[in-house]
């Protein structure tokens, strides 16, 4: 009996250590947002927990080596046990006690994390090879940074262009796949409760630039936002080359295209214009605007040399042709 409450008390000592150890070392950034409390809550709870079954192993394994070791001149073998079967129906049923009000609670905070808004107002956000963008569409603008007015529950409807990817912004917590395919769009709310700068990263692995597949998330008050979206709303320029300028952000063309001159995973945009191109099959041609514009429609169409390993997604498919031949004007901005 002495030996049990003397382990006890080593396991009490443990476990509080190893928790507060675990609670104060941040292990969580800032938390931003009303979904995140819930999170948080199972999160605290869950280190608690680990902390106890840390505490309770090692507790009764240190105790045991230091207070049971064999002293010297001890030959025989220890005392042999036939079971116990109080102590195996009690570590059965407790586990499961646990388990179950684990599950309980986890069921609680997923509907909390889900608790609908019915005045959410909706962003479309579809990620592809290697940038998201965002459809305001209450509004009608589309952007490549997310923009959120403080205190009010955004309704994300997550899809993609091309292969599977994740929003995940770590200080909201809250994360969800991005779909290909019609249909597949998933669902995702965030009340932000702290003003501030964060960023999307994709938590699927998409392709070799995934770990650069990252955007700009602004927590703004609600008359910034509106100022803001005001300014969007205003329309992006007359210029088609500056129109062009910002499909390329938008569109995500950038993750992949410069405009320098240096090759990144699919061709430069400078000097492109006008220039003699070598497709893989061999074939030549002059890169001129019925070839730039099917480029951007059908990607698949004409593949250029060199640069077959890369797939570009079918972004240009959901380009109105106004939109795309922008693009074309703000590539022939970028020289022949
Ligand atoms: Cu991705």
Redesign the pocket.
């Known amino acids: 009996m002495k030996h049990f409450i003397l382990v006890a008390v080593l396991v009490a000592i443990l476990t509080v250590l190893v928790g507060f150890g675990l609670d104060t070392i941040g292990l969580m950034p800032e938390l931003a947002s009303l979904q995140g409390v819930f999170i948080d809550q199972l999160f605290r709870m869950h280190i608690w927990v680990i902390s106890f079954l840390f505490a309770l192993i090692i507790g009764f394994m240190l105790y045991s080596i230091i207070v049971f070791r064999r002293k010297e001149g001890e030959q025989g073998d220890g005392d042999h046990f036939e079971g116990h079967a109080g102590l195996e129906i009690a570590w059965t049923i407790v586990p499961l006690g646990i388990v179950m009000y684990f599950a309980f609670l986890g069921s609680t905070a997923l509907a909390e994390t889900r608790r609908a808004d019915p005045n959410a107002y909706n962003i479309t956000v579809t990620?592809?090879?290697?940038s998201w963008r965002f459809d305001y569409t209450d509004y009608g603008f589309s952007s490549d940074e997310l923009r959120l007015p403080a205190d009010r529950q955004t309704l994300l409807m997550l899809t993609?262009t091309d292969?599977?990817?994740?929003f995940w912004v770590p200080e909201f917590r809250v994360k969800q796949d991005?779909l290909p395919g019609e249909g597949m769009e998933r669902e995702l709310r965030i009340t932000p409760t702290e003003l501030g700068r964060y960023k999307v990263r994709?938590?699927?692995?998409?392709?070799t630039q995934?770990a650069y597949?990252l955007a700009d998330v602004f927590v703004v008050e609600p008359e910034e936002f509106d100022e803001w979206a005001e300014e969007q709303l205003k329309g992006v320029s007359d210029d088609p080359v500056e129109r062009g300028e910002v499909w390329f952000g938008q569109f995500g063309c950038t993750a992949c295209h410069s405009i320098d001159g240096s090759d990144k995973v699919g061709p430069t945009w400078m000097g492109l214009y006008g220039k003699e191109e070598i497709l893989a099959d061999g074939a030549t041609l002059i890169v001129d605007d019925a070839y730039l514009f099917e480029s951007i429609r059908e990607p698949q169409a004409k593949i250029v040399e060199g640069f077959e390993t890369v797939i570009m997604p079918p972004t240009g498919a959901s380009m109105s042709d106004q939109q795309i031949q922008d693009v074309i004007e703000f590539i022939k901005s970028l020289g022949e």
């Open positions: 990620g592809q090879q290697w993609s292969v599977i990817h994740s991005a994709c938590a699927e692995l998409c392709g995934h597949m």
